[in-house]
């Protein structure tokens, strides 16, 4: 099975801080994808990669930056944390048949 | 563009009770059809998927049946138990070359013993 491994459960940051979320996954898909999850707004794509040093704007790229230097890591980088960030964060990679492969989130709070 | 509607929530149930979350899609093209699973403080999981209209997806007891006529994909199981608790998410993927899913706002389902 495929594993996509988010650095962090739970990140507490400050306004203004540069943050920087890492995804790692252990099979050689192209594909990968950052969402951010908030209630009653579902999922909302950030930015998505589909090969190495590619990237590709998603719905809400504003404020976000992305890196994927390495096919199996993909970062997401807040460039200054606001408190608008605070959020839940989804890495995905995408296997066979379409469907998507999650991380278990990252739950950022900025202070 | 590609759009995902799905009953809104929080759905109450008694355990054994009979389950259905409604959802239906707009896309163009013939997309593939998900359903996640999310359990409380983690990631999504896919639950099942149909590929191509009249497939049947199926998985712990949990169907959907993909309905091009009607543009549904509804999720049912016969019986519910307390362990199905979690947000539940429907989703499609299109024909785009990079196969984006798009996904509903999710149904929270409660089930109580």
């Known amino acids: 099975d495929v594993k996509v491994t988010q650095s962090s459960r739970y990140l507490v940051k400050r306004t203004g801080e540069k943050v920087f979320l890492e995804c790692v996954q252990d099979?050689?898909?192209?594909?990968m994808f950052w969402y951010r999850q908030d209630p009653g707004l579902g999922l909302r794509l950030i930015y998505f990669?589909?090969?190495?040093?590619?990237?590709e704007k998603g719905d809400i790229p504003e404020g976000y930056s992305v890196s994927r230097e390495k096919k199996e890591r993909f970062s997401l980088i807040l460039e200054s944390a606001s408190t608008n960030q605070t959020s839940m964060y989804l890495c995905?990679?995408?296997?066979?048949?379409?469907?998507?492969?999650f991380g278990s989130g990252t739950r950022l709070t900025v202070v | 563009g590609d759009s995902v509607t799905q009953m809104e929530g929080p759905v109450t149930l008694s355990e054994e009770a009979f389950l259905t979350i409604n959802c239906t899609y707009t896309?163009?093209?013939?997309?593939?059809l998900f359903w996640y699973v999310q359990y409380p403080g983690e990631g999504l999981q896919l639950l099942l998927k149909?590929?191509?209209?009249?497939d049947k997806g199926s998985n712990k007891g949990f169907e959907a049946t993909y309905r091009k006529e009607t543009t549904s994909f509804h999720l049912e199981k016969g019986s519910v138990q307390v362990s199905d608790s979690a947000v539940y998410f429907c989703?499609?993927?299109?024909?785009?070359?990079?196969?984006?899913?798009?996904f509903g706002t999710g149904t929270k389902l409660q089930v109580i013993p």
């Open positions: 995905a990679t995408q296997t066979g048949g379409y469907g998507y492969t």
């Open positions: 099979m050689d898909h192209e594909n």
């Open positions: 990669s589909y090969d190495v040093k590619m990237k």
């Open positions: 896309a163009t093209g013939y997309p593939s």
């Open positions: 149909a590929t191509k209209a009249d």
């Open positions: 989703a499609l993927s299109g024909s785009g070359g990079y196969q984006k899913v798009t």
